[in-house]
């Protein structure tokens, strides 16, 4: 496995992992401010993949 690939998988887990903490904290009313942290973390991750992904395509592995 490249690490590009490598960069991607985990940036997917921990988008995954990220918007089920916020999930699991809204569910069970833990925090709303962990709750709305990780909803943001996650959104930014998803942006930060998306402009990875548009970036490595010029990276030759």
């Known amino acids: 496995m490249s690490l590009k690939a ?3 998988v985990f940036i997917f887990v921990s988008i995954l992992f990220c ?3 916020a999930a ?3 569910k069970t009313g833990a925090s ?3 709750g709305w942290g990780c ?3 996650s959104v930014l ?3 930060y ?3 990875f992904i548009s970036k ?3 990276i030759i592995t």
Do not use: I, Q
């Open 39 to 41: 909803g943001l973390v």
């Open 45 to 47: 991750m998803c942006v």
């Open 32 to 34: 709303d401010g962990l």
């Open 56 to 58: 490595a395509k010029s």
């Open 24 to 26: 699991w904290s809204f």
């Open 6 to 8: 490598f960069h991607l």
């Open 49 to 51: 993949a998306v402009r």
């Open 19 to 21: 918007a089920g903490m």
